[in-house]
């Protein structure tokens, strides 16, 4: 099912902050009045509602990548959105505003970054007595990424291939020459 309310609100609100209108507080702020019900973006796997539209806590998930969520900032200076971050950025919000549905599986990105940062040296081994479980999830979540990138091209996420998005790219929601309310 597709959202297009919620999706068009999370565009307006990702490109207003990749282009430095308000801070990282004011993106959360907006994105619980708006999108996620009152959640902020890392906490919105928690809500009930997540199943209203697949693409919201994927994309949620990755915005909350975008800045430091302990401190204040704007999108500029050191916290600046620009390159391959701005170019995916790009990507999301043309996503947002075409008609498609989401076709990736579930995934909680955050805990397969998270998995596949930790480094365990040869002491934590001995140290921790949870260690075996937490391999355990590791592997879990390098063996869920693996099967996730099977579904697709992630360079092209969260379209599924490049001709989805190549199609789309054709339809462009802002400067097409159509006249808007």
Known sequence: MIDKVRREKLAL??????SCRFNNQQLEDR????????????????????????VIMPMLEH??????DTRFHRARKKYAIKGEVREQVAR?????????EYQWPL????????YNN???????????????????????????????????DFNYWPFINKDTFEAELKRPPYLNGKRTS
């Open 118 to 152: 930790i480094k365990f040296s040869r002491w934590l081994r001995y140290i921790n007595p949870f260690y075996n479980r937490v391999k355990v999830r590791i592997d879990k979540a390098k063996q869920e990424w693996e099967n996730f990138q099977k579904v697709g």
């Open 13 to 18: 609100h990702l490109r207003q902050y990749v």
């Open 63 to 68: 915005i909350w990548c975008l800045y430091d």
């Open 31 to 54: 994105i619980a009045n708006d999108v996620s019900d009152g959640w902020l973006p890392e906490q919105y796997y928690r809500s009930k509602n997540t199943d209203c539209d697949s």
């Open 107 to 114: 995934l909680r990105f955050t805990d397969y970054w998270f």
């Open 92 to 100: 999301w919000i043309l996503f947002l505003h075409s008609d498609l």
